[in-house]
T-cell receptor
Framework: GDSVTQMEGPVTLSEEAFLTINCTYT??????LFWYVQYPGEGLQLLLK?????DKGSNKGFEATYRKETTSFHLEKGSVQVSDSAVYFC?????????????FGQGTILTVHP | NAGVTQTPKFQVLKTGQSMTLQCAQD?????MYWYRQDPGMGLRLIYY???????DKGEVPNGYNVSRLNKREFSLRLESAAPSQTSVYFC???????????FGEGSRLTVL
């Protein structure tokens, strides 16, 4: 079945540091890939997405590139802010008859200090 | 700008008690979902409803039932709560883009 593996957390950074959160996946066919973010006390929000190989999703300074050859979708940001402190989830959707169901990774807690 | 609304936000139950989590969306979405979130395990799909009148099991359906009351509402029922069902529950609905889910704020359930 489909699965998503994220790097173990938590991740603690100083403001303006470079961020990478690794994500790899196993899926049949050609899934779509997503990063969701969960701020404290809130539900998840879609951060960015990529629907085919070599696509780059980007939003709010975050980027991730769909790498089919390495089955990866790593999240990066060049300069993090305190307000980026949150839990980040990598996810995939197999499409077809999946009816939009998502398979999530375990989540990575990011804490950014001033 | 309500989006997806869940009630209650917090609930404490004793083992064996029953309860229903309510979810409503005002975005005219066809598909709705119930996930549970546990530490270190991400979100796992309990049940989903691809459209009004249909429901299907997800990854972890045991101990739960659902009802798609109409297009707006999708409820999750625990008939006989167990401590293993202590979790944070999220309802979501599917937007227009592939994989774009809109989530409620979550319901934190503790079963003693």
């Amino acid at each position: 079945g489909d699965s998503v593996t994220q790097m173990e957390g938590p991740v603690t950074l100083s403001e303006e540091a470079f961020l990478t959160i690794n994500c790899t996946y196993t899926a049949t066919g050609y899934p779509s890939l997503f990063w969701y973010v969960q701020y404290p006390g809130e539900g998840l929000q879609l951060l960015l997405k990529a629907t085919k190989a070599d696509d780059k999703g980007s939003n709010k300074g975050f980027e991730a590139t769909y790498r089919k050859e390495t089955t990866s979708f790593h999240l990066e940001k060049g300069s993090v802010q305190v307000s980026d402190s949150a839990v980040y989830f990598c996810a995939l959707s197999s499409g077809g008859t999946s009816y939009g169901k998502l398979t999530f990774g375990q989540g990575t807690i990011l804490t950014v200090h001033p | 700008n309500a989006g997806v609304t869940q009630t209650p936000k917090f609930q404490v139950l004793k083992t064996g008690q029953s309860m229903t989590l309510q979810c409503a969306q005002d975005m005219n979405h066809n598909s709705m979902y119930w996930y549970r979130q546990d530490p270190g395990m991400g979100l796992r799909l309990i049940y989903y409803s691809a459209s009004e009148g249909t429901t299907d099991k997800g990854e972890v359906p045991n101990g739960y039932n659902v009802s798609r009351l109409n297009k707006r509402e999708f409820s999750l029922r625990l008939e006989s709560a167990a401590p293993s069902q202590t979790s944070v529950y999220f309802c979501a609905s599917k937007g227009g883009y592939p994989g774009e889910l809109f989530f409620g704020e979550g319901s934190r359930l503790t079963v003693l």
